[in-house]
Structures are given as C-alpha cells and as structure tokens.
C-alpha cells in the first residue's frame, strides 16, 4: 500500500497508457498493430543503451560513450557474423566487444580515475575511427535472424503480437529489462549497487568494495551496448553502416533520465519516444501533414530537448555518479 | 526471560571488575602508532588501549589526530608503523570489513547512512540477508524494531534517512553500528550536531551500552561529555598522546588545559555593555522554510551598538531562517529588517554586506568558504571587487594577498601559506578565516551563528574574545547558538526562540540556566 502511494502518479499513468492503446487498437486494428510494432522496434536498441546508462550512472559511472560502445558492437556483430556465417558467433562478438569497451571505461575511470566524461568522449571517438577504418563493403548475412513465436504470450491481442513475437534479440531486451529493475530494487546487489553510486563512502565503511562493484557494473553494462549494436546491424537491418548509431547512443541517456535512472520507466520512456516517430511517419504517410522527410527524423531529437527540459530538477541523478571513489577520503 | 547462550558473559556484573584488573581483559591495544601523510605527522607514537565495558574519550583540538586514529582502528587508513590488537589479535586490520568481523563498529562523524534509502535498506547494508535471491526487506524492518527497542532509540524502518532529522540520523547510524556483534563502538564526534536533550539522551544510550559490556570509544572535545561519561579520557596534541587521565580524577579546566597546553578561559572576560543607538531591528518578521512553512513567525527584536545580543533555543525553531533573512539569503513573507534606520528587508547578501553586516554563516563550508578558492581569495570574498582588492575590472592580487597575510597573523589562522586552498585546512582554521573576513571591515552588525561549532577548545576562546572586542568596538552583534553555555557566557541580553518568535527576553546578568532551558523547550 506504501508503494502504491508513492508510486501512484506513475501507476495510474501507466493505466492511462494502456488503456488509450487499446481504444486505438479498437478503432483501427492494423494501424494500432504497425504503429506499435515500428515503435518498439525503434525503442529496443534505446532500452538496451539506456540500462547501459542506468547500471554505470546507478553505481557511480557516467557513460557518455555508450553510442562508441554500440558502434563497435554493430560492427563486431556483424562483420563476425558476417565472415563465420554464424549469427550466434556475431551476437556474442558483439556483446564481448561491448565489454571490452566497458571495461575500457571501468578501468579508466574507476580504477585509474580518469575523467569520466573524456573517457566517454575517447570511447566515442575511437569508436567511430576504428569502425570507420575497418569497414569493408560489400559483406552481407546469408542468413536473418529468425522469428520467434512465444506460444500463448504471443496471442495476446495487441501485445503479443508486437512484443512477443520478433527476434531474439528484442524478445531477450524484455527480459533484461525485467531482469535488471528486479535485480537493482529487490536483490542485494542492487542494494549495494545503488549505495556505491549515491554514497560511495557508507558503502566502503559497511564493508561492500566499491571498486569492484564499479568494475563489474560498468563492464556488463558494455556487454548491453554491445547486445544493442548487434541488434541494429544483425535483427533491425542486417547490414553495416558507419556511423549506423546515429546519436541513439546520446538519445538513451535522455531516455535514462526521463526514465529517472529506472529500467521499467526508461522502457516505457523509449517506447513513448517510439510512439511519436512512428506518429509522426504515419503522419506524414497518411498526408495528413505534408512535411520534408528530414523535419520527420529530426522528431525524436527535438523530443530529448523537450523531454529534458520537462524532466530537469524534477527527476535527481544518483549522487556519487561522476565522482571516482578513493578509499579512506570523504568520510 | 529466555535465556540465550550469550547472556552468562553478560551476566559476570559482580566478577567483572575484578577478573578485568586481574587478566587485563584489553580489547583493543595499541601500541607505537604513526601515521603520516606527506610531511604532515597525523599520530606520533601513539599507545593506548581500551578495555572490555570501558568508555575512553579521545580529547584533543581539531587537527590533533583523533580521527586519523580512529580510523586506522576501523581499516579505512594503513598505520606507518605500529600495532592495533584487537582482543589480542596483532593482525593488520585490513579493511572495514574486517574491522566489522572483528568486532568494530564505528560511528562516522559525517554519517555514512546513504540518503535516498529507508532506515531498514541501509541498517543491512553490507551484511543484506536474502530469501530466494531476494532482499529480505521484512526482516530487515523487523532488525530495525528490534534494535530500536533493545537500545531505547525509536526509528521508523520505512523513513528515508533525508527527510530525518540529524539526531534520529544518528540514532540511525548507532543502531546500524550495533546491528553487528559489535564488542567495541566508536563514536566520531557524535554530538556535534545534536540539541542538548538529544545530547543527553546518547550519553544515557553510551552507558547502557557500556554496562552490557561493549567498549566505547569517543572523540569529543566537548569537556562536559567527557566528564559526564568516560571512564578514562586520552588527550591528544599534535598526533601524539599527551596525557592520560581517569576522569574522576581531573575537571574541565584540567582537561582544557591539557588539550591545548595552557591555561584556557572558559568564562569570557568582558566589561559591562556601553550600549547605543539601534542598530538592528526586526519587527514581525515572518521567513518560510524550505518546506514553504513559516519557520520564523512574528520575530521582534531590537540589537543595539555595542552589546551582544543571544538568540538561545534548540535547534530548528526559526535560527536558521532568521539569520538568512537577516543576511539576504532568504527572502522574508512579511515584517521589517532595518539596519540604522534603512530598510534591508529586501535586500540581497551583497546588499546586507555593502549595508554593513558581517556574517559568520551556520554552515562554513557551503556558505562561508570557497573550498578551492585560496585563502587569501577567501579573506576577500565578501569585497574581492572593491578597492583596494580591485580597480576596476582588474583585480589586484598583491592587494588581496598583503590583506590575506594581515589577517592571517592577526587571527592566528594556522595554515602552510595564504596560497593554500581553504579546503586544506581544519575546521577551527577554516571557522577562523570566515571570523576575519567578516569582522575586518567593520561592519556595524555582526551577526554570528553557531560561531564555534566543531571548532576546538582554543579556537574557541580566540572567537570569542574576537566578538567581545567587535562589541567593544561599538559593533552590535546577534549571536545565534545551539550551545546554551556559548549564548550565557557570551551574550549581554539574551532572547529565547521558540517556534519562530521570541518568547522571553532579559539580560544575562539575569538569565537563569534551567529558566531558560525551560522556555527552549517551549514551556512558557
């Protein structure tokens, strides 16, 4: 009862939401189904990249360069997949090189207490220069990735078919998403981790390593990235582009924020910012309004100014996110 | 009564005295200590030891080494050189995890509760039990309850820890220390922030604690305390042990002189008030809180040139608003602050200080100091842009620094060079160069809260014959405390604060110390 009144603003408009898809979905089946599906095809690599920033900002990490760390697993992903003509071996190149590009910024930043920002801004830009560099034209999947089916799940009008039946990477995204709120708000490491990101020092004097815990954080949370750029080069289109993060790195951290540093919130928040491009096409598909298509695609970008102004000093990052910790100072 | 296995340890009342003389039952022991960082010497040599059912105060000035001590007994600091014998163990104490096993607990100065969880998340931070994978919360409030009422400390489980007040966040953090097997509690200044019945009311938790066995050791430099409780008082100086002492044997005054190694005045010498014109007034001043509801409600009050004026209450009853009110930092609701007959109640902090008001702020290091800043900077921060400190847009350095070095000498602030960065230096120095910024451009109303807060024995003495010779100066001063002994000893007139507005007011020649403890508690 305690957290239904806390959380009662958030509860009641999550009723809201669903109950406004399903009126559409009443109205206009195979619009609401399309529109739904782009939008949460659009949001999965943007769920992913932003528990990527919520398990680094949670304990402590700003991660700025979560767009490198997806660039580089798209690219891993798919050129692996690519050469071995196995998917499996480019998804997991994809989540191992994501990381090794974690755990680049763990032990730079945590370890070695570099800026976190430059070390963000150096993931990034190494990102781009080697994914650049190596970028080989012409190489193509044989295969796609399969369809799944969840049975029963998967009859659920409106939601079944949108969210329990696609590849396996955006079927997994659901359950790591799950996985991740259970595990930060329920389980014990979840509880140190958000110690050792709001308050570093009551973490250390009660015995938990901060370090570690950081060290840990931060490299699965590559591992996510990673997972997220295999899915745009792999599920999404199964092609490799540079630059084919287009920004949905920087994108996620808004979404985190708008999202107030929770997994299930930053789903829903992604899912809302996939809503309106899928709007805005559908729009400009219909000719309702007659717009040039790049006003369309800049939607989700002129959205994160809004989102962001709307959210600031409303919504209050974890304390200690940005500082490194050095043991015995501060307390 | 069900007897659990541990109870016959306890239950040795009678024996315990005399087995403890006879084995030496030493809990912790050490012995040659030292710690350095850079070339500054934090412990010399040190050697103590603490034995089972004791309380052992650590005295000594800030900067003397207490904390860097307690510390290194917790793991969080590696001595140089040294042993620290845990119940014989000589073995390095690793880190505090280790401590924990071994039977520390420690209670941090700046608490180490995290703020954004419940009182129940943080009491099993660190040693989190599960059911099924899962944080078991229900065991976790049921802990809380327990501990609550085996102590006589009552917290809500479910309360975050930033919306409690700093007296339940340290009953929070206590309890958090004694929710492990804890044979030896260390209390880091524990009542710095505590009103004096919250005060009280730890030193009672401390004895209990200490007649079921646990060992206590506790650093103050608050000499009542350490009389009121300890067994035997350690006092440090400049990170060495200088003197050892059971308290029944010493007094205040002998304690005092220990610590800073001559004779302190605890009473403030001052001549009668030639008091004068008005200078401060404030009429029905209403201020809001942070929380938009009225802390200061109604205040009336009138300081004249050359007399101290006290504002005695507990904390949380308007002193804060009042004095951002005063200083600009607050906009008032409604009422009048004139200073000298000008009407300042809209003015802003540059404003209040261009009027003439020199304010030594409650919270030094949010509001008094620019941490990074220099020192010399820092001396000037209330005037950087006024001549001689500037000409124009160009700030003259060498004016800034000959000031700095003028200030430095006459405040006595002990520090490696005016360069340095404020935040490098101990609260009494810091407390120190806010005392000398304010006071030394004359300002015709000094107002000081909580002047002498975690500041030592010797700074304190030095602070407050610095107010008595502004008010023999003709300045008029507002002293705001929490410390009842400051506002008696130092005040000319003293006006008690409950609920916002002033309920009793009278001179201190007159002022009654349990009267006024009576009116503070709102019994009027």
Not at chain 1, 74 to 100: C, Y
């Amino acid at each position: 009862m305690a957290w239904f009144s806390r959380n009662r603003s958030v509860t009641l408009t999550a009723v809201a939401i669903i109950v406004a898809a399903y009126v559409f979905y009443a109205i206009n089946q195979r619009v609401a189904v399309s529109m739904i599906d782009f939008a949460w095809s659009f949001a999965v690599p943007l769920v992913l990249a932003a528990c990527v920033g919520v398990m680094g900002e949670r304990s402590g990490v700003i991660n700025i360069g979560i767009e490198g760390q997806m660039l580089v697993g798209a690219f891993s992903g798919f050129f692996t997949a690519a050469a071995t003509q196995s998917l499996w071996a480019g998804v997991i190149a994809g989540v191992l090189s994501g990381m090794l590009m974690g755990a680049f910024l763990a032990w730079t930043t945590v370890k070695w207490q570099m800026d976190q920002i430059i070390a963000g801004v150096v993931i990034n830009i190494i990102a781009t220069g080697l994914t650049s560099f190596y970028y080989k034209s012409g190489q193509s999947l044989t295969h796609v990735m399969p369809n799944i089916d969840i049975p029963l799940l998967s009859k659920i009008p409106l939601i079944g078919p949108v969210f329990f039946e696609g590849g396996p990477i955006a079927l997994t995204t659901l359950v790591i998403v799950a996985i991740l709120h259970f595990a930060l708000f329920r389980t014990r490491w979840g509880l140190r981790t958000r110690a050792v990101g709001e308050y570093p020092s009551a973490a250390d004097t009660a015995g938990i390593n901060v370090i570690a815990m950081r060290l840990l954080n931060v490299t699965i949370a590559g591992g996510l990235a990673g997972l997220a750029g295999a899915y745009l080069s792999m599920e999404a289109t199964p092609t490799f582009e540079r630059g084919m993060t287009a920004g949905r790195g920087f994108l996620a951290l808004a979404i985190m924020i708008f999202g107030a540093w929770r997994p299930l919130r930053a789903f829903a928040a992604a899912l809302f910012f996939g809503f309106t491009s899928a709007l805005a096409s559908q729009l400009q598909a219909s000719n309702i309004v007659s717009l040039p298509q790049q006003f369309i695609n800049l939607l989700p970008y002129v959205l994160t100014l809004v989102v962001l102004a709307a959210a600031a000093g409303r919504v209050r990052p974890p304390a200690a996110a940005g500082q490194p910790f050095v043991k015995g100072e501060g307390s | 009564m069900t007897a659990s296995p541990s109870t016959p340890a306890y239950g040795e009342e009678t024996g315990a005295k005399d087995r403890r003389a006879a084995t030496g039952d030493r809990l912790l022991d050490i012995v040659g200590l030292s710690k350095s960082f850079g070339t500054v010497r934090a412990n010399r040599d040190i050697s103590l030891h603490v034995e089972r059912g004791e309380i052992v105060a650590l005295l000594g000035e800030n900067g003397a080494g207490k904390s860097t001590l307690v510390k290194q007994i917790f793991g969080l600091q590696a001595p140089d050189e040294g042993t620290i014998a845990i119940k014989g163990d000589a073995a390095p104490i690793k880190d505090p995890k280790d401590a924990i096993r071994r039977g520390i607990g420690m209670e941090h100065q700046h608490f180490q509760l995290v703020p954004v969880m419940t009182v129940a998340e943080n009491m099993i931070l660190g040693h989190e039990t599960t059911k099924h994978g899962q944080l078991d919360l229900e065991g976790a409030r049921q802990l809380v309850r327990e501990l609550s009422e085996k102590h006589g400390l009552a917290v809500d489980p479910d309360a975050e820890i930033e919306d409690l007040p700093v007296g339940t966040q340290q009953r929070v953090e206590i309890l958090k220390a004694l929710s492990r097997k804890v044979d030896l509690l260390i209390l880091d200044e524990p009542t710095a922030v505590l009103t004096p019945q919250e005060t009280d009311e730890l030193l009672e938790v401390m004895k209990e604690l200490a007649a079921g066995g646990t060992s206590i050791v506790f650093i103050t430099h608050k000499l009542r305390e350490v009389l009121a409780v300890a067994d035997r008082v350690y006092v440090l100086r400049q990170g060495s042990v200088v003197g050892e002492v059971a308290a029944a044997d010493t007094d205040a005054r002998g304690l005092a002189t220990m610590m800073v190694g001559r004779e302190v005045v605890l009473r403030v010498d001052k001549d009668e008030p030639k008091p004068g014109a008005d200078v401060l007034r404030v009429a029905d001043l209403v201020v809001l809180d942070d929380r938009a509801l009225p802390a200061v409600d109604g205040f009336t009050l009138t300081v004249r040139a050359g007399e101290i004026v006290g504002v005695a209450g507990v904390e949380g009853n308007g002193q804060r608003e009042l004095v951002e009110a005063i200083a600009g930092m607050r906009p008032p609701k409604g009422g009048l602050i004139t200073l000298l007959g000008e009407d300042i109640t809209k003015a802003n902090p540059h404003q209040t200080h261009v009027a003439g008001i020199g304010h030594i702020p409650e919270d030094r290091e949010r509001h008094g100091l620019v941490g990074s800043y220099s020192l010399a900077d820092n001396m000037v921060l209330n005037r950087f842009d006024e001549k001689p400190f500037a000409n124009g847009f160009v700030r003259n350095f060498e004016a800034v620094r000959e000031n700095g070095e003028a200030l430095f000498k006459e405040f006595d602030v002990r520090a490696a060079s005016v360069m340095a960065p404020a935040a490098s230096l101990s609260g009494g120095n810091k407390q120190k160069v806010v005392v000398a910024r304010e006071m030394s451009f004359g300002p015709k109303l000094l107002m000081a809260a909580q002047p002498t807060r975690g500041v030592d024995v010797g700074s304190i003495e030095f602070i407050h014959r610095r107010i008595v010779a502004a008010r023999d100066e003709g300045a008029a001063v507002l002293l705001v405390s929490a410390e009842l002994d400051e506002v008696l000893s130092l005040s000319d007139r003293i006006a008690v604060i409950h609920g916002g507005k002033v309920v009793a007011e009278m001179p201190a020649a007159d002022a009654d110390r349990t009267e006024i403890g009576r009116l503070m508690a709102g019994d009027h």
